[in-house]
């Protein structure tokens, strides 16, 4: 089990380096090494670590400890094909993570990430509605169920694309360098993350390694259904390339104009779902 | 942040004890699946924040930091 943890985070740091990697290609650069993210991680576990005078100690360890085992847990939901309303649970945790990161430290880039983290979530969890057009189908939201019904009638991503997408925005929401990367864009310099540093920063590495695996990883099981291993993480792959594609041509986003776009996607969404309703026996 | 490595050592080591004892009672069967992923959501993090603040400890005979600017 604990193997399963420290393999996801590697993968998932490896892929956050293919994300830098293809939008630095995209630009006309030449990006760092694939592996960058991983030796970021392990750089800034041998740096000098302190906690900030005008911080909340307490809060300001304890948060990374908290972040580290939510996304753990949500790598255990998944890999049990447990409920994906679990899943959304834990991504809510990760916003208020988000916010207790940011006022901890008592930087007022880090109060600003928090407070755009709260703005977001606003609009990225309601994208969860999609859940709702799955559940049409299904019957279900156990991951097992989702994956059992796509072996009978074929992948999700067929029967309820916008779904699909809706849950492809709520994705590309978590990643770096993305138009609705606001919790972290530069004028805040690292937004939430700005004075966690050294060993906090490490360890903020390895959440957001397995948080990209797990956000991933459940996306492929729950639009294509359950396959092979080895392709699963080529699709994962895939599926990431295509977000540093909309990363890499996109300008990251005022909060306002954020908020608004993604509002006006669930807004479609449920207008979506009032059909699926009205149609689906 | 002033934690001497000895110190650190005590939560990695208990760390560390805490996994490999939930690993060996899951494969022993001794205690279900959803025990031993609790106890690993549980020591994972303290493991990698005590791994990290152990490599970077001082014994607490240093000279003192540069701090920054």
Redesign the interface.
């Known amino acids: ?2 193997e399963y ?1 420290v393999c996801a985070a590697a993968f998932g740091l490896l892929l956050l380096g293919i994300h830098r990697k293809v939008i630095a290609r995209i630009q006309m650069r030449p990006g760092p090494p694939v592996w960058q993210e991983i030796l970021h991680a392990l750089k ?8 900030p005078r005008t911080a909340s100690a307490t809060l300001f ?1 304890g948060i ?6 939510i996304w ?2 949500a790598l ?1 939901v998944v890999l ?1 094909g447990e409920s994906i309303l679990i899943l959304i649970g834990i991504y809510m945790l990760h916003k208020i993570v988000e916010h207790g990161f940011g006022l901890s430290s008592g930087s007022p880039y880090g109060k600003f990430g928090g407070v755009r983290s709260v703005i977001s979530a606003a609009s990225e969890i309601p994208l969860f509605v999609t859940i709702t057009a799955i559940y049409f189908f299904t019957g279900s939201l156990l991951l097992r169920d989702i994956v059992a019904y796509q072996a009978v009638h074929g992948p999700l991503l067929l029967i309820v694309p916008p779904a699909a997408i809706a849950m492809y925005l709520v994705i590309l929401s978590k990643l770096p360098f993305g138009p609705f990367s606001i919790v972290e864009s530069k004028e805040i310099v690292s937004g939430y993350k700005t004075e966690h540093f ?2 906090w920063r ?2 903020l590495a ?1 959440t957001d390694g397995l948080k990209t695996f797990v956000l991933l990883y459940a996306f492929v099981l729950i639009f294509l259904g359950a396959l092979p291993f080895w392709l699963i993480l080529a699709l994962m792959t895939a599926v990431l390339v295509s977000l540093s594609f909309v990363c890499a041509i996109t300008p990251v986003l005022s909060p306002y104009d954020s908020v608004t776009v993604q509002s006006i996607i669930t807004g479609l969404m449920l207008a979506y779902i009032g059909y699926l309703w009205w149609v689906v026996p | 942040m002033a934690m001497k490595r000895k110190t650190v050592e005590y939560g990695l080591t208990a760390s560390a004890l805490i996994i490999v004892i939930a690993w060996i009672a899951l494969t022993t069967g001794a205690i279900p699946l959803w025990a031993a992923e609790a106890v690993f959501v549980v020591a994972f993090p303290a493991l990698v924040l005590t791994l990290g603040l152990w490599w970077r400890a001082g014994g607490g005979e240093e000279d003192f930091p540069f701090i920054g600017y």
């Open positions: 089990m604990i943890l800034f576990s041998f740096k000098s670590t302190w906690v360890v990374v400890l908290v972040a580290i085992a753990s847990a255990f049990a050294g060993v490490a360890a390895v």
